[in-house]
């Protein structure tokens, strides 16, 4: 079983800066690709980002490419979502997920990939 606790969102003016991280339980982080996604209000939940485990491969929506950095410490069990030049598109709930399956250093933007889910953090992003 592997918990995943997502802090950092809350209250943003459009340009602006958060960071998310997720912490997660266990001593097998280095062995996870994750991954972070999103759900805006009456909207399905999309793909942000992932990173593979040693975090040296990433991919991004395109909506948020150049803006967002996925990174990973293994050494604190923590994945990050450095999100700059915020819109007030980008307000959602934010999870961050581990896909625990992946044999290599590889990731997958599709969500049944992942395992296991954070329970979310709010991000608003005024105008």
């Known amino acids: 079983q592997v918990q995943l606790v997502e802090n950092g969102g809350g209250l943003v003016q459009a340009g602006g800066s958060l960071r998310l991280s997720c912490v997660a339980s266990?001593?097998?982080?280095?062995?996870?690709?994750m991954g972070w996604f999103r759900q805006a209000p009456g909207k399905e939940r999309e793909f942000v980002a992932a990173c593979s485990r040693s975090g040296g491969s990433t991919q991004y929506a395109d909506s948020v490419k150049g803006r967002f950095t996925i990174s990973r410490d293994n050494a604190k069990n923590t994945a990050y979502l450095q999100m700059n030049s915020l819109k007030p598109e980008d307000t959602a709930v934010y999870y961050c997920?581990?896909?625990?399956?992946?044999?290599?250093?590889?990731?997958?933007?599709?969500?049944?990939?992942?395992?296991?889910w954070g329970q979310g953090t709010q991000v608003t992003v005024s105008s």
């Open positions: 997920a581990a896909d625990v399956r992946v044999n290599r250093d590889i990731y997958y933007i599709g969500q049944e990939a992942y395992d296991y």
């Open positions: 266990g001593r097998s982080f280095a062995m996870y690709a």
